[in-house]
């Protein structure tokens, strides 16, 4: 993971699942991959065109980082997420957690995707056959 600290990405590139080298006193990685199911509400779709106000879901990202930097500890964090069209079983977001124990990595890994979904303004069509 060649990031800084705390990083972030929205844009159409697809995402990568690829993990990169600990630092010193790092222990453990989490990592959520979320895929595009094929199916929604009992209905096969093709798959789901992202859309987001950029300037804000962009500032809400950078606060929430740097919220998780003041409030959970010491710890890395690379945020992506798809926008434009992502077809049924491609990855739409990634969250990549590294810090000194396991636990704390999971613990942030759920707090970042719990945040992500209630505060940053991205939304999502769905794309029927």
């Not at 690829?18 to 979320?34: I, P, S």
């Not at 595009?36 to 209905?43: A, L, P, S």
């Not at 069209?85 to 990855?91: N, Q, R």
């Amino acid at each position: 993971m060649d990031c800084a600290p705390l990083t972030f990405k929205i844009s159409p590139e697809p995402i990568s699942s690829e993990t990169g080298a600990f630092l010193a006193g790092e222990g453990a990685e989490v990592q959520f991959l979320g895929v595009v199911r094929g199916e929604e509400k009992g209905q096969v779709i093709r798959g789901i065109d992202y859309s987001a106000y950029l300037p804000m879901a962009e500032r809400m990202l950078r606060e929430l980082t740097e919220q998780g930097a003041a409030e959970k500890g010491a710890h890395r964090v690379f945020i992506q997420h798809r926008l434009g069209y992502v077809a049924a079983e491609e990855p739409s977001i990634i969250i990549r957690v590294q810090t000194r124990h396991s636990a704390e990595a999971f613990d942030l890994c759920r707090w970042y995707l719990q945040e992500i979904k209630t505060r940053v303004p991205i939304w999502k069509r769905i794309v029927f056959p």
